[in-house]
């Protein structure tokens, strides 16, 4: 919970769940979990509490905690900012109540001044909970509660089911998540779509989703109920992605991502006008060295020598193909480069402040927007 952070793409952090459990591969090395394990070692009781019993032994143990008492953090910051809502979980957990969940959005339809950022992976509650008469009359009911510190309540109506300044976003590791997660995320209203595909597993065809194109929403639609009759609805078309993330994984077991997995995405968003963020490289960086054309000896092209170990020893070096695959591990010791490469590069484990984010010459910080 802070009112900075070190996250690329947002100001602040506003952890009012704790606890989770794992769903699907990106959530293999969570570094939440690493949190939880940290502050339950602390030994001021304040900073346990809000975690208390959610680890145990590296995992999560699928409690989960409310942190009711920062609820109202958001109407106390002035500035605006843009806060990214429950790093340390996931706000459409099956274990946190749906009056919980408005309350949030209270706070936020209060706090209009701010820019909230809300990333899940249980992308199904998500769209039902916000597809729901009943929820949005009950985030309305919440905000008039008058034990809650002074917001933005001039005017207060919601007439939509969405809040202009809540972005909503769902995690993609790999094309099946994609597949999975985004046709929910296009179902639900919202004023911004965005997803995250970090840790990035493998790569993703924004243009093809479950047969959609996903980053210019030709033939997507969707309808939006409004609160003054259930039967009133608003078809908004097209419904598609306003901003993409993509990073590779950090910390400990990080995994490597294709660096071409991440021009992939980028050149998708470019070519159809939608802002993308490029958070980071991850623990690995292709290992390459690049030669000029030396047309004396006949080369008349620049070309690139990949730089590969020539066994499986070491653990922080591999060959990996653009499917996902490694090789010259101590798992796969195939050394694919004696016989052609097509499709592999070399990957080393520099560490995540030495590979960095610039990716081809530039760092990418696009937002919703301001694409381009």
């Given at each position: 919970?802070?009112?900075?952070?070190?996250?690329?793409?947002?100001?602040?952090?506003?952890?009012?769940?704790?606890?989770?459990?794992?769903?699907?591969?990106?959530?293999?090395?969570?570094?939440?979990?690493?949190?939880?394990h940290?502050?339950q070692?602390?030994?001021?009781p304040?900073?346990?509490?809000?975690?208390?019993?959610?680890?145990?032994?590296?995992?999560?143990?699928?409690?989960?905690n409310?942190?009711?008492?920062?609820?109202?953090?958001?109407?106390?910051?002035?500035?605006?900012?843009?806060?990214?809502?429950?790093?340390?979980?996931?706000?459409?957990?099956?274990?946190?109540?749906?009056?919980?969940?408005?309350k949030?959005?209270a706070?936020?339809?209060?706090?209009?001044?701010h820019?909230?950022?809300?990333?899940?992976?249980?992308?199904?509650?998500?769209?039902?909970?916000?597809?729901?008469?009943?929820?949005w009359t009950?985030?309305?009911?919440?905000?008039?509660?008058?034990?809650?510190?002074?917001?933005?309540?001039?005017?207060?109506?919601?007439?939509?089911?969405?809040?202009?300044?809540v972005?909503l976003?769902?995690?993609?590791?790999?094309?099946?998540?994609?597949d999975?997660?985004?046709?929910?995320?296009?179902?639900?209203?919202?004023?911004?779509?965005?997803i995250s595909?970090?840790?990035?597993?493998?790569?993703?065809?924004?243009?093809n989703?479950?047969?959609?194109?996903?980053?210019?929403?030709?033939?997507?639609?969707?309808?939006?109920?409004?609160?003054?009759?259930?039967?009133?609805?608003?078809?908004?078309?097209?419904?598609?992605?306003?901003?993409?993330?993509?990073?590779?994984?950090?910390?400990?077991?990080?995994?490597?991502?294709?660096?071409?997995w991440?021009?992939?995405i980028?050149?998708?968003?470019?070519?159809?006008?939608?802002?993308?963020?490029h958070?980071?490289?991850?623990?690995?960086?292709?290992?390459?060295?690049?030669?000029?054309?030396?047309?004396?000896l006949?080369?008349?092209?620049?070309?690139?020598?990949?730089?590969?170990?020539?066994?499986?020893?070491?653990?922080?070096?591999?060959?990996?193909?653009?499917?996902?695959?490694?090789?010259?591990?101590?798992?796969?010791?195939?050394?694919?480069?004696?016989?052609?490469?097509?499709?592999?590069?070399?990957?080393?484990?520099?560490?995540?402040?030495?590979?960095?984010?610039?990716?081809?010459?530039?760092?990418?910080?696009?937002?919703?927007?301001?694409?381009?």
């Open positions: 919970m802070s009112d900075n952070t070190g996250i690329e793409w947002t100001d602040a952090t506003w952890n009012v769940v704790i606890g989770c459990d794992k769903v699907s591969p990106g959530c293999d090395h969570c570094y939440a979990i690493r949190t939880a940290r502050m070692s602390n030994p001021n304040k900073v346990v509490e809000p975690y208390a019993g959610t680890e145990s032994g590296g995992e999560w143990t699928g409690r989960v409310l942190v009711e008492d920062r609820l109202s953090l958001p109407l106390q910051w002035k500035r605006p900012r843009r806060i990214f809502v429950n790093a340390q979980s996931d706000l459409f957990h099956d274990q946190v109540p749906d009056e919980y969940i408005a949030v959005f706070i936020m339809l209060l706090a209009q001044r820019t909230f950022q809300v990333l899940t992976k249980r992308h199904g509650r998500m769209r039902s909970l916000l597809n729901s008469h009943a929820f009950r985030v309305l009911y919440e905000a008039l509660d008058p034990g809650l510190p002074a917001g933005d309540r001039d005017g207060l109506q919601l007439s939509l089911h969405y809040l202009p300044n972005w976003g769902v995690s993609t590791e790999n094309q099946q998540w994609a999975i997660r985004i046709p929910a995320l296009l179902d639900t209203p919202a004023a911004v779509r965005f595909a970090e840790p990035l597993l493998g790569p993703i065809d924004l243009l989703v479950a047969r959609r194109n996903v980053l210019t929403g030709v033939g997507n639609r969707i309808a939006m109920t409004t609160l003054r009759s259930p039967r009133e609805t608003h078809i908004i078309t097209p419904a598609c992605l306003d901003w993409v993330i993509t990073g590779g994984e950090s910390g400990p077991g990080a995994r490597p991502a294709h660096p071409q991440f021009r992939s980028r050149d998708q968003c470019q070519s159809a006008g939608v802002a993308y963020l958070k980071q490289h991850g623990e690995w960086i292709e290992d390459v060295t690049e030669h000029p054309a030396d047309p004396e006949g080369i008349d092209e620049p070309y690139r020598v990949l730089n590969v170990p020539s066994d499986a020893k070491s653990g922080n070096r591999c060959a990996m193909h653009l499917s996902g695959s490694m090789a010259l591990t101590p798992d796969n010791p195939f050394n694919p480069f004696r016989a052609g490469h097509g499709g592999w590069t070399a990957m080393r484990r520099v560490g995540k402040t030495r590979a960095g984010r610039v990716l081809d010459g530039r760092t990418w910080d696009e937002y919703p927007g301001v694409a381009g």
